[in-house]
């Protein structure tokens, strides 16, 4: 693997909670390499989105983050005064809800310019002619005249095509996306993705892509994170993770992705049963067992984390068991 | 953005019409002025000649018109009390009221929208709870218990302010002060529950995402959504706003419209209580239309509406 664009180790989000703190993410490690797509993965409450709030420092306040190490291209993301600096410039953010990240208040060009003044600087119409040409990079046409124009004028689909483009404006290294076609319909979705995958060719860009949806990362995945309960449960190639998942939760993870010819037409889709457990307090042993058809007595155990090269999950079993 | 200007202002217009009939009504409703023009032990002889002088005999509809044509031209009839012209009565006084409002006006905003967004961004924090029981007080107080203080301190001990009068421009400070804090709760309240909404929407988490500096994505980008109930309000408050100068014109004896208004209901001063309230009507009218255009100025998607 190439030097490590942005490494994360042992990072944690604490929230205190009415009933107790509850550990949202627990010590999670992992590197992303310059211009590579790393998925990360699980359900509702695994932690997957607040890793992503953590890396860009927009925790809620009740949340609280700590780590041995955030560095990106080496700088130490910990530190607010290099985190502010990078935050924006060298790596940017998407959101789930592209009908409410706007601002109703402004233009779409006046909120795309914003940052490009504050972190490059140049002139006002250097900035509009940068966004314009961005609006068109994400293929919206008549950029110029979609500059004037208020969020609430633009579908959802546009609109985050917007974001793109907006986040894009200072050529960033790193761009998180945190369920970005999760609340469009399905053609916008297949659209936005393969946008998403046109502008990492072409300008080399490193993304994390947050999703539940297993069937998105299919499509786009170098690398797969898989969280289940606050913590990285398997972690892998695409290939590696889709042709030999290892961990019962992934493979129940992908058992649910219907496939044509495989799925039976009318065949009732598949799930997982039970619930992603509390995060409040300590968690012993396998946090999955409770929802695993292998599981064991001594999954209460400290789990062994095995690894087959770039191939590491922390599970029991062996990687065909 | 020109078509809704437009809209509000025939809006605005067919308003202000309503009024004027309402306190034509009023006026009418409170009995028969030629009784209470001619005065008590009146023969009716004297009240069938004054019916006819005033042109009371007329039909309501006619007289509405006659009395509309007279506003209009600025004629609001003779004061029963003072027993003088109505529109120099008021125009007289209209000017420090005006004075007076602004000054509180623009000393409840410059108190309540930065203590509101304090709150907000520290919401939870001492430092809110210091701003609420701030403007708790501010609505707690009695203007004219605050009134007298300020001119126990700021008038009587250290001569900064004089205690009452309309020479200048020292005379408002006390009132417009006093006036000002107790109008502030509201907007304060308004100002942190929008600000703290704001803070918390999506747009803010991408402004910060953006890594603007903090102050821009709370001025620029929270405080411009948060501003837009609290412009409506300006409106509203017109009613606090008169009602408290009555009272602080009175201690401060300020010669206002408020004073007058207050005057003119003690003694059955009808025409004039008719006029004062048409013209507050009218600036209500007037404010509303105002804040319409300020909020689409604000928030474009108020503009299609």
Redesign the interface.
Known sequence: MLKPLLSVRDLRVDLNTRSGVLHAVRGISFDVAPGETLCIVGESGCGKSMTSLALMDLLPRVARRSADEITFDGQDLTRRRIAGKLRGRRMAMIFQEPMTALNPAFTIGDQMVEAYLYHVGGTRAQAVDRAAQMLEKVGIGSARSRLGQYPHQLSGGLRQRVMIAMALMTDPELLIADEPTTALDVTIQAQILRLLKDLQQELGLAIILITHDLGLVSRIADRIVVMYAGAIVEEGTAAEIFDRPAHPYTRALIDCIPQPGKTERGAPLGTIPGVVPLLIGRQDGCAFRDRCSLAQPRCADDIPTQDAGSHHWVCIHGGQA | MLIYILKRLGLALIVALTVSVIAFALLRASGDIATALAGEGATPESIAVIRQTYGLDRPVVVQYFAWLWDVARGDFGQSFFFRTDVAGLIFGKIGNTLILGGASLAIALALSIPLGVLAAIYSGSMIDRAVTMFSLLGQALPSFFLGLALIMIFAIRLRWFPASGTDGWRNFVLPAVTLGYYITPPFMRLVRAGMIDALN?????????????AR?VVFK?AL??ALVPVVGLVAVQLGLLMGGSVVVESIFALDGLGYLAYQSISYRDFPVLQAVVLLLSLAYVVLTLLSDIINAW????LRAA
């Open positions: 929407t999506d747009y803010v988490r991408t402004a910060r995402a953006k890594g603007l500096p821009r980008h411009r959504n604000l928030d474009p998607r």
